[in-house]
């Protein structure tokens, strides 16, 4: 089974400020993906990477910025936390030939106050 | 107006009973689906994917797809109180780039 881990699994935030959630996977997949999921709903596609050193825009990108400096890692920036980045935020990688077969981390509560 | 619905948005079975989730999207491009399993506390765990039409069947599991009305479903035969979880349907214009669109999600009780 693949293995994402992701860092810290909560965190509570001030308004304004810095924001840095870590991802970390053993399983040299080339694509890794950042989620976030609202109580009661889906989850949305944040920010994705296909390589090291290269991320695209997702489905929801204002506000945050994506950082992969290695294939196993892939972080999530919040320069300006605000209240509405409230959520749950899921790392996930997959592979080439996994047909988007996603494995996901356990998440990252974020509480912004 | 939301590209992938999900009904209902809870149900609940008796143990060993069926449970019947559905899937729609209204946007063409998406030919691609897979469903999601997510336990209270965990991260999503993908199920099993179908991208022809027609049925597919993996052990307790069956999905079924018909692409000219972009409608999924999933079966789940012997419910048992660990289906209990949010199960997500996701889809995509294509096999290969991870970009999937998620549904709210179907709340299954499984009641012993």
């Known amino acids: 089974e693949a293995a994402v881990t992701q860092s810290p699994r909560s965190k509570v935030a001030v308004t304004g400020g810095k924001v840095t959630l870590s991802c970390h996977q053993t399983?040299?997949?080339?694509?890794m993906y950042w989620y976030r999921q609202d109580t009661g709903h889906g989850l949305r596609l944040i920010h994705y990477s296909y390589v090291a050193d290269s991320t695209e825009k997702g489905d929801i990108p204002d506000g945050y910025k994506a950082s992969r400096p290695s294939q196993e890692n892939f972080s999530l920036i919040l320069e300006l936390a605000s209240l509405s980045q409230t959520a749950v935020y899921f790392c996930a990688s997959s592979d080439r030939q996994s047909n988007e077969r996603l494995f996901f981390g356990h998440g990252t509560k974020l509480s912004v106050l | 107006q939301q590209k992938v619905q999900q009904s209902p948005e809870s149900l609940s079975v008796p143990e060993g009973g069926m449970a019947s989730l559905n899937c729609t999207s209204s946007?063409?491009?998406?030919?691609y689906f897979w469903w999601y399993r997510q336990h209270s506390g965990e991260g999503p765990k993908a199920l099993m994917s179908i991208f022809s039409d027609g049925d597919k069947k993996e052990g307790r599991f069956t999905a079924h797809l018909n692409k000219a009305s972009l409608h999924v479903s999933l079966h789940i035969r012997d419910s048992q109180p660990s289906d209990s979880a949010l199960y997500f349907c996701?889809?995509?214009?294509?096999?290969?780039?991870?970009?999937?669109?998620f549904g709210d999600g179907t709340v299954l009780t499984v009641k012993p």
């Open positions: 399983n040299n997949h080339d694509y």
């Open positions: 996701a889809a995509s214009g294509s096999t290969n780039t991870g970009k999937l669109t």
């Open positions: 946007d063409r491009n998406f030919q």
